[in-house]
């Protein structure tokens, strides 16, 4: 079916794969649901929006975004709430956050009500792969990447912007090994750290398989000049407790400021807890580490939602984190996201927006 709505042109599949789901066992990122949405940018303006059945896309081969990198991303989630309702979580900050990284990328902008709207209109049309289990969700992706059939280094002067979405389960389905990174670099001052910009990624994986080909599920990244600070693990930002306070690096250039981050120290703050976003050095976590100070390591981010760290190497030295618990905060906090997420609790931040 055609609909033509305001600047925006929907058509619906006729082979919906909805059917064919195993919805008991999600693999992240595997599925894609039933239609994506998108729009060109050409002479300075976004144009030609529109929702198709998802299917694969075709590019010149001197496509520059292949080339020379000119692309970003966004990651955010979509929830079915107790009352079957699907809402977004945040998705005012991933708009605002996509725009920086297509400043840094020297990309052109999309104005966040545009951003918001065409997720929304993708998720009443595809409302129905939001997942019924409360602890699934609908990943989104939207990105952007630059689509000049040129070759040469400059801007692009073409860009195209697509949101495709998938049923999840869990990233991660077991607390994480970790390891401490003082060798490769994942983002330096002046770099592009901050930003979702596909490079970062790229970059990250090589020093990533090294630490899985030795037993390590993810890198805990430190600066790029000394090595003696902590920044971030590429996938998620990462939190502590030290001594009863939550500790997180404070995010800079270098480190991507993340939405679940930002969540949970917001809630951290509002339940009362002594918050610490400043610089943490790797010597102070390993000594916490030594002298049990440190009770709780775990990621926050999108895909990772909470996910507890189990250990941290750093040089020839692996350190166990204690097991979660019910009290503790990281639990808590991820209990209390999911029930927000899921309309059991009140909207006191203002943080979800209805389709
Ligand atoms: C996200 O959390 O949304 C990301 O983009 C990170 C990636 C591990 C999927």
Known sequence: MEVEQQNLNIQTTQNSRLSEIDWENLLFGKIFSDHMFCMEYVNGEWTKQKITPYENISLSPAT???HY??????????????????????PYDNAKRFNQSAIRMCMPTIAEDLFVNALKEL?????????????????????????????GIRPSESYRFMVFTCPVGSYYSEPIPVKIETT?????????????????YAAALYPAKLAQDEGYKQLIWTDAKEHKYIEEAGTMNVMFVMD???????????ILDGITRRSVVDIANDWGMQVECRKVEVAEVINALKNNTLTEAFGAGTAAT????????????NYMIPPSSQNHFHVKVLNYLNDYKLGRVEDKFNWLVHI
């Not at 998720?123 to 040129?150: C, E, G, Q």
């Not at 009863?244 to 270098?254: C, F, Q, Y």
């Not at 909470?306 to 030295?317: L, M, R, V």
């Open 64 to 66: 520059s975004a292949i």
């Open 69 to 90: 990198g000119q692309s970003c991303f966004e990651g955010m989630k979509a929830h079915r709430n107790e009352k079957g309702e699907v809402v977004l979580f945040r």
């Open 123 to 151: 998720l009443k049309v595809d409302h129905n792969w939001v997942p019924k289990n409360p602890s699934h969700s609908l990943y989104i992706r939207p990105f952007m990447f630059a689509t000049d059939p040129y070759v």
């Open 184 to 200: 490769y670099t994942r983002a330096a001052s002046g770099g592009t750290g901050y930003a979702k910009a596909a490079g970062n």
């Open 244 to 254: 009863g306070k939550l500790v997180t690096p404070l995010v800079s250039d270098t």
């Open 306 to 317: 909470i996910a507890p760290i189990s250990s941290i190497a750093f040089g020839n030295d």
